[in-house]
């Protein structure tokens, strides 16, 4: 439940929200008692955390729609923000600096990819297998929850121009959304070392660098756009931030977000 609770905290996150309240669904073949204490309790969890309420939720139980083990659950979240504080993407200025936060594993995006390279649903005893460079399981680290950004960007908020949830679509998508038109974001992949899981992805699959960086997070999980002048202040108020690249200039029908280094 932690996963998706925190997808959509770092998804209104952008716009300079907190998290109010959430709403969740779950959808399954049968009721079963234990497995909605389990995901209810994680969600629960996951919203203390960030201080947002639980307030309810839908359960559906359909037979004829989910087989007996499976389940949907989704999330729906309602955050504020003073209309004086939104995050607008005009804003945005070229020179501007783009720091980044890094990932837990995944966060929610990827998954097909992955089960398409390792066979999963033929192969499930591929998740045994130990990641290289690690001391887990492939299974496992597929299995680390979705991080939160609020704590660690609460406060910098009032002093950065933008944020880019990196979700699907990866850098090529969600940077951009933060920047006016006509900016880019050229992005220096050599700035961070790209984390074993992924390399083992890459490297099992023979997935070409490009496909990589638009389906996966690669190890970044949010951008933040500073302006120049504030990058040593942001960069010691959040723990773990690192400056990736810079807000530049592009003409119309070029890509917005250029990776350097690839």
Same mark, same amino acid.
């Given at each position: 439940?932690?996963? &998706?609770?925190?997808?959509? *905290? +770092? ?43 639980? @307030?309810? !939720? ?16 989704? !999330?729906?979240?309602?955050?504020? /923000? ?18 980044a936060l890094k990932s837990?594993? @995944?966060?929610? +995006? ?12 033929? +192969? ?35 002093? &950065?121009?933008?944020?880019?949830? *990196?979700?699907? !679509?990866?850098?090529?998508?969600? *940077? ?6 006509? @900016? ?16 083992? &992805? ?12 638009? /389906? ?7 951008? &933040? *756009?500073?302006?120049?002048?504030l990058v040593d202040d942001?960069? +010691? ?10 807000? /530049? ?14």
């Open positions: 439940g932690a996963s &998706i609770v925190n997808h959509c *905290i +770092n998804d209104i996150l952008p716009a300079g929200a907190r998290p109010l309240f959430f709403l969740d669904y779950i959808g399954l073949s049968r009721f079963d008692p234990d497995k909605i204490a389990e995901i209810v309790s994680g969600l629960a969890k996951a919203c203390a955390d960030a201080g947002c309420a639980l @307030l309810g !939720g839908e359960t559906a139980t359909m037979p004829d729609i989910y087989d007996d083990d499976d389940y949907d659950l989704a !999330g729906f979240i309602v955050g504020t /923000v003073r209309k004086d504080a939104l995050l607008r993407p005009e804003n945005t200025s070229e020179g501007d600096v783009i720091l837990g594993g @995944l966060h929610t +995006n990827g998954y097909s990819l992955v089960r398409s390279v390792f066979e999963t649903d033929q +192969n499930p005893s591929v998740l045994a297998t130990n990641v290289p460079e690690t001391s887990h399981t492939l299974g496992e680290l597929l299995l680390r929850p979705h991080l939160s950004y609020l704590d660690a960007l609460s406060p910098v908020l009032d002093k &950065i121009k933008g944020l880019g949830h *990196i979700t699907g !679509g990866s850098f090529y998508k969600n *940077i951009p959304r933060a920047l006016a038109d006509g @900016l880019g974001a050229d992005v220096d992949v050599s700035t961070w070392e790209v984390p074993p899981l992924f390399k083992f &992805i890459q490297e099992s699959g023979n997935v070409d660098d490009q496909e990589m960086f638009r /389906v996966f997070n690669m190890g970044v999980g949010m951008t &933040i *756009i500073v302006e120049p002048g942001v960069l +010691n108020s959040v723990p773990g931030a690192f400056r990736v690249g810079d807000v /530049v200039k592009r003409a119309e029908g070029e890509a917005r977000t250029k990776l350097i280094g690839l």
